[in-house]
């Protein structure tokens, strides 16, 4: 976001200078074009990948959180029918099932605060975090992807798919309450 804003900044800059001061012009043209390659060379992962759980995959040693999406916690449990059943595992497992041994590949986002890469992923076409939510495994992280996956979090929720067949809590919501903070 921070290079988008840069871009438009030297953008805006570029046309209020006009010609009047060539070797500005050719400096700021520079620079935005230095922004644009590094946006379009986002760097990848690739490779056979390892699922965590729902929402994180390892890569050749590289930790990888899945972009915009938010899965239960591996040991977490969801309520059906008065009792409970494990859908942080069954969140796992349906990523293990959707890769199915393919290669995965991954561009990255950002990096978190745990020096994670922070990306979207793909096992042949499929983009998994999208999937993901789709099919109910995980939810929209809108705090960190906004609202990329709202159309794949109301279909599933619709369909009662995944987690939303049943109740459950948050995954946010519970890793606040297991820290103990409000």
Same mark, same amino acid.
């Given at each position: 976001?921070?290079? *988008?804003?840069g871009?438009?900044?030297?953008?805006?800059?570029?046309?209020?200078?006009?010609?009047? $001061?060539?070797?500005?012009? #050719?400096?700021?043209?520079d620079?935005?074009?230095d922004?644009?390659?590094?946006?379009?060379?986002?760097?990848q992962?690739?490779?056979l990948?390892?699922v965590?759980?729902?929402?994180t995959? #390892?890569?050749? %040693? @590289?930790r990888?959180?899945? !972009?915009?999406?938010?899965?239960?916690?591996?040991?977490? @449990? =969801?309520?059906?029918?008065?009792s409970?059943w494990? =859908? %942080?595992?069954? $969140? @796992?497992?349906? *990523?293990? #099932?959707?890769i199915?041994?393919?290669e995965?590949? =991954?561009?990255?986002?950002? @990096?978190?605060?745990?020096?994670?890469?922070?990306?979207e =992923?793909?096992?042949?076409? &499929?983009?998994?975090n999208?999937?993901?939510?789709?099919? %109910?495994?995980a939810?929209?992280?809108r705090?960190?992807?906004?609202?990329i996956?709202?159309?794949?979090?109301?279909?599933?929720?619709n369909?009662? &798919?995944?987690?939303?067949s049943?109740? !459950?809590?948050?995954?946010?919501? *519970?890793?606040?309450?297991? &820290?103990?903070?409000?």
């Amino acid at each position: 976001m921070q290079k *988008l804003i840069g871009a438009l900044a030297i953008v805006a800059a570029i046309l209020v200078i006009g010609d009047r $001061s060539p070797q500005i012009r #050719d400096a700021l043209e520079d620079q935005l074009g230095d922004i644009l390659r590094t946006e379009q060379a986002r760097d990848q992962v690739a490779g056979l990948a390892h699922v965590i759980d729902g929402d994180t995959l #390892d890569i050749d %040693g @590289t930790r990888i959180r899945m !972009f915009g999406i938010d899965a239960p916690e591996g040991r977490q @449990t =969801c309520r059906r029918n008065r009792s409970d059943w494990t =859908c %942080g595992e069954a $969140s @796992t497992e349906a *990523l293990v #099932d959707a890769i199915n041994r393919q290669e995965v590949r =991954c561009e990255e986002r950002d @990096t978190d605060r745990y020096g994670r890469v922070v990306a979207e =992923c793909w096992a042949g076409n &499929r983009n998994l975090n999208a999937w993901m939510v789709a099919e %109910g495994w995980a939810v929209a992280y809108r705090q960190y992807g906004g609202d990329i996956y709202d159309a794949e979090e109301q279909a599933a929720k619709n369909a009662k &798919r995944g987690v939303w067949s049943r109740r !459950f809590e948050m995954p946010w919501d *519970l890793r606040k309450h297991a &820290r103990g903070t409000n």
